[in-house]
């Protein structure tokens, strides 16, 4: 299975929570409220926004670090001509 397919049923998964608790009897909505609301959520929002952005977040990644050489050692080719 690729990373994606496994994202989207940890998307799916964590969905159900949040369907059992708008579709609850009102009475019961406190006892699993705080789950819900400050981990279901904000885990399939993560999941999702992964699944939309992730490859851009790597490739955000990866490029970073020959970005960071190549301005070091053009600040430090730099500093030294300035000496």
Do not use: C
């Amino acid at each position: 299975m690729n990373q994606r397919t496994i994202f989207r049923w940890i998307h799916i998964v964590l969905s159900i929570p949040i369907v059992g608790y708008i579709y609850s009897p009102f009475d019961q909505i406190p006892n699993y409220a705080n789950k819900v609301r400050f981990f279901f959520v904000p885990m399939m929002v993560l999941t999702g926004l992964w699944m939309w952005k992730g490859s851009a977040v790597l490739r955000l990644i990866r490029q970073r670090p020959a970005k960071q050489e190549a301005a070091e050692s053009a600040t430090s080719t730099a500093w030294i001509s300035q000496r």
